[in-house]
């Protein structure tokens, strides 16, 4: 058992840093609302730190999973962040999903303090976290990422090292990537479906088993059809996640034409007021429009 932090205690962080302390870590969490931190102790116990340096306090691991660049720089770096608490030889692991510039930023910064650094993002949305089901993709140097394994097997059903530092977050842009073309296609059918005058549940049932099958249709065809969006990854976050896709294909030369273009559909949702839906939505706006 380890002497672990956590940092950020959102739908996705809070779940997986209190499998950590059901597992029998210690585990001292901290979130910039304070509330939440205390009513997280309140549930799991372990500690809470007032700084993000005052959670890494002494940690043999810390992890890490909040919402962006900025936020992420904000409890890493500083007097107050969690590198200025820790010892040489610990190991941060970050699974929010950022972009490849800050990965290297903050690998770089880590590394001058002999702090070993892993990008480390997270796929299965709240119900992963939540049953401990999430799929991980890693980067980072193999020392690093084999030590932190067995932390991170805790919460995941594969956690696998694509490569060296920046080929986690890499490899979750293909993650969203792909889940954006699924729902748009999932949205289309579904949206087809009903203008057809044809049953959407006996529908999916039936072209679920086949080649149209995918974790999107089974788990959210019927929420879909009943017009609810509370279920999972949000529009906003969405949005700041293609945005790092389509920024990086830009740089790296790769066509991500449909990317682009659902990205743009997911803009129209915003405008719906629907910033706070999940990702299913996307059926929303071409209900509105059709």
């Known amino acids: 058992m380890a002497k672990l932090a956590f940092l950020g205690l959102g739908v996705m962080g809070g779940p997986m840093a209190g499998h950590l302390q059901k597992a029998g870590h210690d585990v001292t969490?901290?979130?910039?609302?304070?509330?939440?931190?205390?009513?997280?102790?309140?549930?799991?116990?372990?500690?809470?730190?007032?700084?993000?340096?005052?959670?890494?306090?002494?940690?043999?691991?810390v992890m890490a999973c909040v919402g962006n660049d900025d936020d992420l720089r904000s409890v890493c770096l500083g007097e107050d962040g969690?590198?200025?608490?820790?010892?040489?030889?610990?190991?941060?692991?970050?699974?929010?999903?950022?972009?490849?510039?800050?990965?290297?930023?903050?690998?770089?910064?880590?590394?001058?303090?002999?702090?070993?650094?892993?990008?480390?993002?997270?796929?299965?949305?709240?119900?992963?976290?939540?049953?401990?089901?999430?799929?991980?993709?890693?980067?980072?140097?193999?020392?690093?990422?084999?030590?932190?394994?067995?932390?991170?097997?805790?919460y995941s059903k594969i956690c696998r090292r694509l490569g060296a530092s920046g080929a986690g977050q890499m490899t979750k842009m293909c993650n969203q990537i792909a889940i954006a073309g699924l729902v748009q296609g999932l949205s289309e059918a579904l949206h087809f479906a009903q203008k057809a005058g044809l049953d959407g549940a006996a529908v999916t049932e039936v072209i679920s088993q086949g080649a149209a099958g995918s974790w999107q249709m089974v788990n959210r065809y019927e929420t879909m059809l009943a017009d609810e969006f509370e279920h999972g990854f949000a529009v906003d976050w969405m949005r700041k996640d293609l945005g790092i896709c389509l920024s990086t294909g830009d740089e790296i030369g790769a066509s991500l034409p449909v990317t682009a273009l659902v990205d743009q559909f997911y803009k129209d949702v915003q405008k719906l007021g629907g910033g706070r839906w999940d990702t299913s939505s996307l059926i929303k706006r071409l209900n509105a429009v059709g």
């Open 82 to 154: 969690a590198f200025a608490g820790m010892a040489p030889g610990c190991v941060f692991v970050d699974h929010t999903t950022v972009s490849a510039a800050v990965t290297s930023e903050l690998y770089a910064e880590a590394d001058a303090l002999q702090i070993s650094f892993v990008d480390a993002p997270v796929s299965g949305g709240q119900a992963g976290a939540e049953n401990g089901q999430l799929s991980i993709m890693c980067g980072g140097e193999v020392g690093s990422f084999d030590r932190a394994l067995p932390i991170m097997e805790v």
């Open 29 to 61: 969490v901290y979130n910039r609302t304070t509330a939440k931190a205390e009513a997280w102790v309140e549930t799991y116990g372990g500690a809470m730190g007032t700084t993000p340096r005052a959670a890494a306090d002494g940690a043999e691991f």
